[in-house]
């Protein structure tokens, strides 16, 4: 997970919404209120509703249940304070920013080049459905994966670094799954390497190098069936994985 609590997000994880609050800071009503980046945060005092302490909802406990969130009845869950809400940018509060895909996002902010890469990398690994500001706390493992493999990408290069992700592709669309592949092979070109646990045909066709498990899944399999490029494991008979790479292939090659 990207973060335990609904704080967190993929606003905040990527250092995105750093510069949505230097920008918002940089208005003028902004400057006449002296209204600084800081007040723009939900994590500390300022611009902040004190009720939630910006989180938006509040947590009630349960004794012998799970804790419960509900939403704040006084920021109505925009997490800040109504004259903090008055600041706009484009015709959007701090409150619109967060709520805003990042597909939407990435055209919302076309003109702002730091910010726009680092929302374009997000869009990039299949995550343009998101909303900037959604809680950690609801977000799928893999979506979490992809979360920080776009806080990576909008990284300068730096040394080698061994990526794992594990099925990353789960509840991915045909293209999203391709836009996820030209991400890791951005990856790979640069210097790194990847090792993802996966069962997409997509993504295993596109591997260097493939580990069959098997030959069942379970308490059945563990074992190595076959190992090679994609290629040589559609040739091995013995390799259920094998069979179906081997029909992938030759429909591409078709």
């Known amino acids: 997970p990207i973060g335990r609590t609904p704080r967190s997000n993929p606003a905040t994880y990527t250092k995105a919404f750093d510069d949505v609050r230097k920008l918002f800071s940089e208005t003028t009503l902004s400057k006449e209120r002296g209204y600084t980046p800081g007040h723009f945060s939900f994590n500390v005092k300022g611009g902040r509703c004190e009720a939630c302490r910006g989180g938006g909802s509040i947590k009630l406990e349960m004794n012998f249940l799970p804790d419960v969130w509900i939403t704040c009845d006084i920021c109505e869950g925009k997490r800040y304070t109504r004259e903090t809400l008055e600041v706009t940018w ?105 090792i993802v646990i996966e069962h997409h045909l997509d993504v295993i066709k596109s591997a260097d190098w493939v580990v069959d498990l098997g030959p069942e899944g379970g308490d059945r399999g563990g074992k190595i069936v076959a190992m090679g490029t994609p290629e040589e494991v559609s040739k091995v008979k013995s390799s259920f994985t094998g069979q179906f790479l081997k029909d992938s292939l030759s429909k591409s090659n078709s």
Request: glycine share 8%; proline share 5%; net charge positive.
């Open 90 to 194: 484009k015709g959007k509060n701090i409150h619109d920013i967060l709520e805003m895909p990042v597909g939407e996002a990435v055209e919302f902010f076309a003109n702002h080049r730091k910010l726009h890469r680092t929302l374009s990398t997000i869009n990039d690994v299949g995550l343009g459905y998101i909303r900037l500001g959604q809680p950690a706390t609801t977000l799928s493992g893999g979506e979490a994966q992809r979360v920080k493999l776009a806080s990576e990408l909008r990284r300068p290069p730096h040394k080698h670094t061994m990526y794992i992700l594990d099925e990353p592709t789960t509840g991915l669309s045909f293209s999203d799954v391709q836009q996820l592949i030209d991400v890791l092979l951005r990856l790979r070109t640069t210097g790194h390497s990847i």
